[in-house]
């Protein structure tokens, strides 16, 4: 399938095995994954690895995590030949036949998987593994074109006609190709602001996708609207919690990728999203100051510490300016709070006067 | 067996402690002045009579170590043995001893103890084997295994008591004078022996002496067992050759580990500051000497003349005062001088340690272990005697894991083996801090471990807690070197400790890192498809990387 792949694997292998030969002490490095060791340039428009690696040297303290990722490779490279797939949890269970090297649980594997996705500089799913986790769900004026996993056959699934229900994004995404007439893509935090959203056919409204994210947006709930956002050059907005954890963590994801997953930032992030809400001058704007809740002691350690180490709201001004407003305020607004003016008015009178004027939406 | 308390004793003593005993009865009546009391007191005069020391004792046998019939056993082979081989060193003969229990009934057994030592002239044998307080060692500060010459003739008596039998010597003190072989009992009320037979008899040693003792007793395998106090004897005495014959017919033989003579201990005059009013009083009045100053610079240690005349004048009196007169009026003062005066510490090269060597020995024949040392203190001083410490340990092997440490005690070479935990060298070994040493202590209570720890006190005078010397009292000075001597020990054994542990882990390292380092040989062949031999030579490479960069 992937000869790609296969190649960088056997490469790999190969290296090590002359090094051994030549009597060198094995090693192999990994970028490091976190906050600390990226950076952000709005041009990339994303969060980019930087160039801090740690070595795994083989050493008796390093001998055990150092034969599993070999053996993982192995299996990578297996998989990958064989044009199969594995999930994570499939992978961990593989492990259970190597003896002693085996893992005795699941996140031992992700680590290893993880730390062998940014050794090569790629996705997992290109070594062959895929998550288990939900992408998330679709409504609205879209059709996504995919095929029958049995026959191959094209199929064309028309995301306004599942009712009360919606569209799941799958977790590769992709082969999909798009057809929409939507002016934009509104990117939900919860499901039941979705719901109330789906519920009353907002999407034809205002004609727009609904993409509901499940708190922080999974890969390829990223990837999907990235590549939709991108095919079918369409602004993508995010309707989110007012606390730091929305603003921070989901948005921010969505926005420009992970530090944990920096490696893999560059397809797995939306740089074109812009902040819809709710952020805490609609506090003041909207008169929900009665509706809020106190920051909690995380809320502001969040906040803090995002002021301080996140590059991306460090670069934005609006953005800090912003946190400073919530953290001086000193409460959180949730995208539900609009119910105390009647059900309804989130997406009657809300929605409408924000999107008024999308240019004034934080970047 | 024991010329133990050789010949020349002094009978003043023996007189005085029978006057001790005398004086510890209720003041002699007063006159008669008032009718009524007179009558009271006459009656009470009738009840009023001297009591022997053998009565006494007799009494009160736990004082020498005959409370039982188990321990009576054993202190009776105890004290015909320290006997014999005081004899043995003092004449610089290399020892030689058969001990035979023989089994008569139930709870009765014969006792022999045979030595090659000089033997006992033939006037002295009755006295020493049938009268108590009778020997050589108690006026002498000298470090010996017998210090009161009570033991062999507490032995025979408790024997005659149980039994009705009379202690059998046979002594020879050289092949060109014939053997004696005496029956004797003691007169209790007299303290004097009675000799029941005394003949001459052929014998096939050239010198020696044997006793034997018959008495109610009970014999029983294990803890505090003959057998024991045998294997720690050879310990402490690796340079004796035993034989010892058990009821039960089986033959135990012991070769000397080695057979150099222990360093004659020798005498020296008593220390002014270890002396007690009572002795001082004592000495005061048997003094030869006939001026206070020439008595504290001749019978004392330590004490020049110059020394001498300072205390009198601490003591206000004259340096010319007789010293019988001293005993009466103003020894008080005299003590106080002598305690309230600087004095250079008493000599200490006149004690005979173990050695560490022979300490070694003697611990190394005694148990199979995987470490061994053992450590011999400087002299120090105790309330004006001088005493050493010596400390062996033995660690691992078949010591058992799960109990206590085995703590065996000697005093001048002697086996301690009762009263444990009343004695100084057992609160030493509790007052170490043997955590610091990578052993298991609870709080208050004897470390845990395959542990075995042996420590001898020599000394001119060991301060027993009682005549049956089972304890050693708990002087500070006592207590400070033992632990030193301990602690050197322990620094050591951790050392070992550690030095097993940090290779049983490089061991467990090893292990650990051959658990994995196949499966990088798995893994590379499962990508690169090369043949088993290659990925055998691959294993071996790492194994070998892995070493390199351990080191």
Same mark, same amino acid.
């Given at each position: 399938?992937?000869?790609?792949?296969?190649?960088?694997?056997?490469?790999? &292998?190969?290296?090590?095995?002359?090094?051994?030969? *030549?009597?060198?002490?094995?090693?192999?490095?990994?970028?490091?994954?976190?906050?600390?060791?990226?950076?952000?340039?709005?041009?990339?428009?994303?969060?980019?690895?930087?160039?801090?690696?740690?070595?795994?040297?083989?050493?008796?303290?390093?001998?055990?995590?150092?034969?599993?990722?070999?053996?993982? $490779?192995?299996?990578?490279?297996?998989?990958?030949?064989?044009?199969?797939?594995?999930? *994570?949890?499939?992978?961990?269970?593989?492990? =259970?036949?190597?003896?002693?090297?085996?893992?005795?649980?699941?996140?031992?594997?992700?680590?290893?998987?993880?730390?062998?996705?940014?050794?090569?500089?790629?996705?997992?799913?290109?070594?062959?593994?895929?998550?288990?986790?939900?992408?998330?769900?679709?409504?609205?004026?879209?059709?996504?074109?995919?095929?029958?996993?049995?026959?191959? *056959?094209?199929?064309?699934?028309?995301?306004?006609?599942?009712?009360?229900?919606?569209?799941?994004?799958?977790?590769?995404?992709?082969?999909?190709?798009?057809?929409?007439?939507?002016?934009?893509?509104?990117?939900?935090?919860?499901?039941?602001? #979705?719901?109330?959203?789906?519920?009353?056919?907002?999407?034809?409204?205002?004609?727009?996708?609904?993409?509901?994210?499940?708190?922080?947006?999974?890969?390829?709930?990223?990837?999907?609207?990235?590549?939709?956002?991108?095919? =079918?050059?369409?602004?993508?907005?995010? #309707?989110?919690?007012?606390?730091?954890?929305?603003?921070?963590?989901?948005?921010?994801?969505?926005?420009?990728?992970?530090?944990?997953?920096?490696?893999?930032?560059?397809?797995?992030?939306?740089?074109?999203?812009?902040?819809?809400?709710?952020?805490?001058?609609?506090?003041?704007?909207?008169?929900?100051?009665?509706?809020?809740?106190?920051?909690?002691?995380?809320?502001?350690?969040?906040?803090?510490?995002?002021?301080?180490?996140?590059?991306?709201?460090?670069?934005?001004?609006?953005?800090?300016? &912003?946190?400073?407003?919530?953290?001086? $305020?000193?409460?959180?607004?949730?995208?539900?709070?609009?119910?105390?003016?009647?059900?309804?008015?989130?997406?009657? *009178?809300?929605?409408?006067?924000?999107? =008024?004027?999308?240019? =004034?939406?934080?970047? | 067996?024991?010329?133990?308390?050789? +010949?020349?004793?002094?009978?003043?003593?023996?007189?005085?402690?029978?006057?001790?005993?005398?004086?510890?009865?209720?003041?002699?009546?007063?006159?008669?002045?008032?009718?009524?009391?007179?009558?009271?007191?006459?009656?009470?005069?009738?009840?009023?009579?001297?009591?022997?020391?053998?009565?006494?004792?007799?009494?009160?046998?736990?004082?020498?170590?005959?409370?039982?019939?188990?321990? !009576?056993?054993?202190?009776?082979?105890?004290? !015909?043995?320290?006997?014999?081989?005081?004899?043995?060193?003092?004449?610089?003969?290399?020892?030689?001893?058969?001990?035979?229990?023989?089994?008569?009934?139930?709870?009765?057994?014969?006792?022999?103890?045979?030595?090659?030592?000089?033997?006992?002239?033939?006037?002295?044998?009755?006295?020493?084997?049938?009268?108590?307080?009778?020997?050589?060692?108690?006026?002498?500060?000298?470090?010996?295994?017998?210090?009161?010459?009570?033991?062999?003739?507490?032995?025979?008596?408790?024997?005659?008591?149980?039994?009705?039998?009379?202690?059998?010597?046979?002594?020879?003190?050289?092949?060109?004078?014939?053997?004696?072989?005496?029956?004797?009992?003691?007169?209790?009320?007299?303290?004097?022996?009675?000799?029941?037979?005394?003949?001459?008899?052929?014998?096939?040693?050239?010198?020696?002496?044997?006793?034997?003792?018959?008495?109610?007793?009970?014999?029983?395998?294990?803890?505090?067992?003959?057998?024991? @106090?045998?294997?720690?004897?050879?310990?402490?005495?690796?340079?004796?050759?035993?034989?010892?014959?058990?009821?039960?017919?089986?033959?135990?033989?012991?070769?000397?580990?080695?057979?150099?003579?222990?360093?004659?201990?020798?005498?020296?005059?008593?220390?002014?500051?270890?002396?007690?009013?009572?002795?001082?009083?004592?000495?005061?009045?048997?003094?030869?000497?006939?001026?206070?100053?020439?008595?504290?610079?001749?019978?004392?240690?330590?004490?020049?003349?110059?020394?001498?005349?300072?205390?009198?004048?601490? !003591?206000?009196?004259?340096?010319?005062?007789?010293?019988?007169?001293?005993?009466?009026?103003?020894?008080?003062?005299?003590?106080?001088?002598?305690?309230?005066?600087?004095?250079?510490?008493?000599?200490?090269?006149?004690?005979?340690?173990?050695?560490?060597?022979?300490?070694?020995?003697?611990?190394?024949?005694?148990?199979?272990?995987?470490? @061994?040392?053992?450590?011999?203190?400087?002299?120090?001083?105790?309330?004006?005697?001088?005493?050493?410490?010596?400390?062996?340990?033995?660690?691992?092997?078949?010591?058992?894991?799960?109990?206590?440490?085995?703590?065996?005690?000697?005093?001048?070479?002697?086996?301690?083996?009762?009263?444990?935990? !009343?004695?100084?060298?057992?609160?030493?070994?509790?007052?170490?801090?043997?955590?610091?040493?990578?052993?298991?202590?609870?709080?208050? +209570?004897?470390?845990?471990?395959?542990?075995?720890?042996?420590?001898?006190?020599?000394?001119?005078?060991?301060?027993?807690?009682?005549?049956?010397?089972?304890?050693?009292?708990?002087?500070?000075?006592?207590?400070?070197?033992?632990?030193?001597?301990?602690?050197?020990?322990?620094?050591?054994?951790?050392?070992?400790?550690?030095?097993?542990?940090?290779?049983?882990?490089?061991?467990?390292?090893?292990?650990?890192?051959?658990?994995?380092?196949?499966?990088?040989?798995?893994?590379?062949?499962?990508?690169?498809?090369?043949?088993?031999?290659?990925?055998?030579?691959?294993?071996?490479?790492?194994?070998?990387?892995?070493?390199?960069?351990?080191?």
């Amino acid at each position: 399938m992937d000869t790609k792949t296969e190649k960088i694997i056997h490469d790999e &292998a190969r290296n090590l095995h002359e090094e051994i030969l *030549k009597k060198h002490v094995p090693s192999l490095d990994f970028p490091i994954r976190s906050l600390d060791n990226v950076t952000y340039d709005k041009k990339k428009g994303y969060f980019e690895i930087g160039d801090k690696v740690k070595e795994r040297t083989l050493s008796y303290n390093t001998v055990k995590t150092f034969a599993q990722t070999i053996r993982m $490779m192995a299996l990578s490279y297996e998989i990958v030949k064989k044009n199969d797939i594995a999930t *994570k949890r499939e992978a961990y269970y593989v492990s =259970k036949n190597w003896g002693e090297a085996r893992f005795s649980e699941q996140p031992e594997s992700d680590t290893v998987m993880d730390d062998i996705e940014a050794h090569f500089r790629l996705n997992r799913e290109k070594l062959g593994f895929i998550p288990e986790e939900k992408g998330g769900d679709v409504a609205g004026k879209l059709v996504v074109i995919d095929k029958d996993p049995a026959t191959g *056959k094209q199929l064309q699934i028309d995301c306004t006609k599942f009712g009360s229900g919606a569209y799941s994004i799958p977790n590769a995404c992709e082969e999909l190709k798009f057809e929409t007439s939507a002016r934009f893509i509104l990117a939900i935090e919860t499901a039941g602001a #979705f719901q109330r959203l789906v519920k009353h056919n907002y999407y034809n409204l205002a004609n727009c996708i609904l993409i509901s994210l499940g708190g922080v947006p999974t890969r390829a709930c990223r990837r999907f609207i990235r590549r939709l956002a991108d095919d =079918k050059k369409i602004p993508v907005y995010a #309707f989110v919690d007012g606390d730091p954890y929305g603003i921070t963590n989901i948005y921010r994801t969505l926005k420009v990728g992970s530090g944990n997953n920096a490696h893999l930032n560059r397809f797995f992030c939306v740089p074109q999203a812009s902040f819809l809400g709710v952020t805490p001058q609609d506090i003041i704007d909207f008169k929900l100051k009665d509706a809020t809740h106190p920051l909690q002691e995380v809320d502001i350690k969040r906040a803090k510490d995002a002021l301080k180490n996140d590059p991306f709201i460090k670069y934005h001004k609006p953005w800090r300016d &912003a946190i400073e407003q919530m953290l001086q $305020m000193g409460v959180r607004v949730e995208q539900q709070a609009f119910a105390k003016h009647g059900l309804n008015y989130v997406f009657e *009178k809300y929605l409408p006067a924000k999107l =008024k004027n999308p240019a =004034k939406f934080l970047p | 067996m024991p010329p133990k308390k050789k +010949a020349p004793a002094k009978k003043s003593s023996v007189t005085h402690v029978t006057k001790q005993a005398k004086d510890s009865k209720p003041p002699v009546p007063p006159e008669k002045s008032r009718p009524e009391s007179a009558t009271e007191a006459d009656r009470m005069a009738t009840k009023q009579r001297e009591i022997s020391v053998s009565e006494f004792f007799l009494k009160n046998r736990h004082l020498l170590g005959f409370d039982n019939a188990k321990k !009576a056993l054993l202190t009776t082979i105890k004290e !015909a043995v320290d006997n014999s081989l005081d004899a043995c060193e003092e004449a610089k003969i290399l020892p030689e001893i058969l001990i035979e229990v023989k089994q008569l009934q139930e709870d009765r057994f014969v006792v022999v103890v045979e030595d090659n030592g000089p033997g006992v002239v033939r006037e002295q044998i009755p006295k020493i084997f049938g009268k108590l307080l009778y020997g050589s060692k108690f006026h002498s500060m000298k470090q010996s295994r017998g210090q009161q010459g009570i033991g062999i003739s507490a032995a025979g008596m408790y024997g005659q008591l149980t039994t009705g039998v009379s202690t059998k010597i046979t002594s020879r003190i050289s092949a060109k004078k014939p053997a004696h072989y005496f029956e004797i009992q003691i007169d209790t009320a007299r303290n004097v022996p009675t000799i029941l037979k005394d003949e001459i008899v052929d014998w096939k040693k050239p010198h020696g002496t044997r006793v034997a003792i018959e008495l109610e007793a009970k014999y029983q395998k294990g803890r505090h067992s003959v057998e024991d @106090y045998v294997r720690q004897t050879i310990l402490a005495n690796p340079h004796v050759t035993l034989t010892y014959l058990s009821p039960l017919n089986e033959k135990e033989e012991y070769k000397p580990a080695s057979k150099q003579l222990p360093k004659a201990p020798r005498e020296i005059k008593p220390h002014p500051h270890g002396v007690e009013l009572g002795i001082l009083m004592k000495m005061l009045k048997s003094s030869t000497s006939r001026k206070v100053k020439a008595f504290l610079s001749r019978d004392f240690a330590r004490v020049s003349s110059r020394v001498a005349g300072a205390i009198c004048k601490a !003591a206000e009196i004259s340096e010319n005062s007789w010293p019988k007169a001293i005993a009466h009026a103003e020894a008080d003062k005299l003590y106080r001088a002598i305690n309230a005066t600087k004095l250079m510490k008493p000599p200490t090269d006149c004690l005979s340690p173990i050695g560490e060597d022979a300490l070694l020995n003697g611990i190394k024949k005694n148990v199979e272990a995987t470490f @061994y040392t053992a450590v011999t203190r400087p002299p120090s001083v105790y309330r004006g005697n001088p005493f050493q410490i010596e400390v062996a340990l033995a660690y691992g092997g078949k010591l058992p894991v799960d109990e206590l440490v085995d703590l065996i005690r000697f005093a001048n070479r002697v086996p301690l083996l009762y009263q444990q935990s !009343a004695c100084a060298l057992t609160k030493s070994v509790l007052q170490t801090a043997w955590r610091n040493y990578a052993v298991e202590q609870s709080k208050g +209570a004897l470390p845990s471990g395959p542990i075995l720890v042996a420590i001898h006190m020599a000394s001119v005078w060991v301060p027993f807690t009682s005549e049956s010397k089972e304890a050693v009292a708990s002087y500070p000075e006592i207590i400070h070197e033992t632990r030193l001597g301990l602690q050197e020990c322990g620094r050591r054994l951790e050392a070992f400790i550690r030095k097993g542990r940090r290779e049983a882990e490089a061991l467990r390292k090893k292990d650990y890192i051959k658990s994995y380092l196949p499966h990088i040989g798995i893994g590379l062949r499962e990508i690169l498809r090369f043949k088993d031999k290659d990925e055998k030579k691959i294993l071996d490479l790492l194994t070998d990387i892995l070493e390199r960069s351990r080191e």
